[in-house]
């Protein structure tokens, strides 16, 4: 497979600051890769670098095999982005905001006018094609924000938090069109807060903190490589931890419940029920989230 980006040694510092600390990863072609971490991470600075809006500090960061420090201008035109924030312009219509923006890069308007109508199509606004952008709703203003993303018909599309605050009939049709574009040979590059978006949507992913890249890989493999197949739960009670102690059991204490990691769930929950003595626990399958705050911690931060 063909490497869309791919960073070696890339390292950002703002003053005595240092945002992303000599990381390394690539995204191969027609793949979706996530960006994973608490608020701070690194992970959105990353993204800014790729998308060759905030210069590196040194390494190396090639997107379509182009240097992003010489070769912006052609990098941008492959590209596709959806920022966290909804910034269309609220003067004009749904229609004219992709319009406009299809002159940015020198689409003949022709050709512009039937992208427009097939992109508002694609993402189910066709009825509101006059309506100004001010009275749609935060589903619709995001569909639209991706609609202008995919104007150039773009060979990479980065997205930072694409579904922030919508509601789940509008997060799935959200997913649904970016499964849709994967299937299509586009490169999806992703930030996200919802642990669920990551697992449901993404190939490969990294988990970020302090400005290092702690993992990598698939949701699946990380789930079975630092948790296991599934968690059972029980409250903290020394007579249940010297219980697990006594049986070399694979255990996290976390405030006032026992998360007890294991590849058989049955087994552990009847015998902290028998020999443990216990009352009641609760099986779960294990999930990336699990995984995020096992390596990212649990508190929080602004």
């Known amino acids: 497979m063909t490497a869309v980006i791919v960073a070696e040694n890339l390292k950002k510092v703002f003053g005595d600051f240092l945002a992303v600390d000599s990381v390394a990863f690539s995204v191969e072609e027609g793949e979706m890769f996530g960006f994973l971490g608490p608020n701070g991470a690194g992970k959105t600075t990353a993204m800014r670098m790729i998308q060759c809006v905030s210069p590196m500090t040194s390494g190396k960061l090639e997107v379509f095999g182009m240097d992003v420090n010489t070769r912006q201008r052609e990098i941008k035109f492959w590209m596709g982005v959806v920022p966290q924030e909804n910034n269309l312009d609220p003067d004009f219509t749904v229609y004219e905001n992709l319009l406009v923006f299809s002159r940015y890069f020198d689409i003949p308007e022709d050709e512009a006018k039937r992208r427009v109508d097939e992109l508002l199509e694609f993402v189910h606004l066709e009825e509101k094609r006059d309506t100004m952008t001010e009275s749609l709703s935060g589903g619709m203003k995001r569909r639209l924000v991706l609609a202008r993303a995919l104007i150039n018909r773009p060979r990479l ?146």
């Open 157 to 302: 599309l980065i997205l930072d938090e694409p579904t922030v605050g919508l509601d789940p009939q509008s997060r799935h049709l959200m997913w649904d069109k970016l499964k849709g574009l994967k299937k299509e040979g586009v490169t999806i590059v992703l930030t996200t807060h919802y642990l669920e978006e990551a697992a449901q949507l993404c190939d490969r992913l990294v988990i970020m903190d302090h400005g290092e890249i702690l993992v990598e890989g698939t949701p699946e493999d990380m789930i079975n490589e630092y948790i296991g197949p599934a968690i059972v739960e029980a409250d903290n009670d020394p007579n249940v931890i010297s219980c697990l102690d006594k049986h070399q059991a694979n255990y996290e204490i976390l405030g006032d419940e026992i998360q007890i990691y294991t590849d058989d769930p049955q087994e552990i929950a009847d015998h902290l029920l028998s020999e443990c003595r216990l009352t009641s626990v609760t099986a779960r399958a294990s999930t990336l989230e699990d995984v995020f705050l096992k390596l990212t911690g649990r508190k929080l931060r602004e």
